[in-house]
Antibody
Framework: QVQLQESGPGLVKPSETLSLTCTVSGVSISTYYWSWTRQPPGKGLEWIGY???????TYNPSLKSRVTISMDTSKNHFSLRLSSVTAADTAVYYCARTSSGWSGEMDVWGQGTTVTVSS | DIQMTQSPSSLSASVGDRLTITCRAS??????LNWYQQKPGKAPKLLIY???TLQSGVPSRFSGSGSGTDFTLTISSLQPEDFATYYCQQTYFTPRTFGQGTKVEIK
């Protein structure tokens, strides 16, 4: 079955760059869209953006100047980079498979990885 | 950004109750509306997409309806495993915004 697994540092210093990878198994990432969503402690969900296998990306405008989503089809994974982080970027970060259909639902999610921004 | 407002923000209910959660969009989003369930410490789980299509494997007690700006998620008979937080998300506009969540607790 399709599985997603996030990985990356759990602690990032302020002003540095957060880097996470989502490794996909059970399906080629050369299909579907692939998304990142985050959830600050005790709060709701915030959509970060997605990438299509063609390499095209769409980002949340509130993060657009700091975020990059990329993919490596040879490793069947995609990645998130968020620069100039502050404490407000502390959150659980989720990757998800996203339908390429018009409804854009996220039907398979990773378990999430907690990232804390602190010196 | 499109604002998605869920009501209520929280509720207490009993096993067997019929439950309805409402999600209102600040602009029309046609039927570009998905519902997710999230349990503590877990990733969200897709329940309903395109406003009313039940995701494969999700029990039929869950249903969704609506179009334009007003949407509902209904649980016909609440089960113990349904106590969780529910989120709506619109995918018509960028950014793809979520509602603030509705927490369903045991009465």
């Amino acid at each position: 079955q399709v599985q997603l697994q996030e990985s990356g540092p759990g602690l990032v210093k302020p002003s540095e760059t957060l880097s996470l990878t989502c490794t996909v198994s059970g399906v080629s990432i050369s299909t579907y869209y692939w998304s990142w969503t985050r959830q600050p402690p005790g709060k709701g969900l915030e959509w970060i953006g997605y990438i299509f296998y063609s390499g095209s990306t769409t980002y949340n405008p509130s993060l657009k100047s700091r975020v990059t989503i990329s993919m490596d089809t040879s490793k069947n994974h995609f990645s998130l980079r968020l620069s100039s982080v502050t404490a407000a970027d502390t959150a659980v970060y989720y990757c998800a498979r996203t339908s390429s259909g018009w409804s854009g639902e996220m039907d398979v999610w990773g378990q999430g990885t907690t990232v804390t921004v602190s010196s | 950004d499109i604002q998605m407002t869920q009501s209520p923000s929280s509720l207490s209910a009993s096993v067997g109750d019929r439950l309805t959660i409402t999600c209102r969009a600040s602009q029309s989003i046609n039927t570009y509306l998905n519902w997710y369930q999230q349990k503590p410490g877990k990733a969200p789980k897709l329940l309903i997409y395109a406003a009313s299509t039940l995701q494969s494997g999700v029990p039929s007690r869950f249903s969704g309806s609506g179009s334009g700006t007003d949407f509902t998620l209904t649980i016909s008979s609440l089960q113990p495993e349904d106590f969780a937080t529910y989120y709506c998300q619109q995918t018509y506009f960028t950014p793809r915004t979520f509602g603030q969540g509705t927490k369903v607790e045991i009465k």
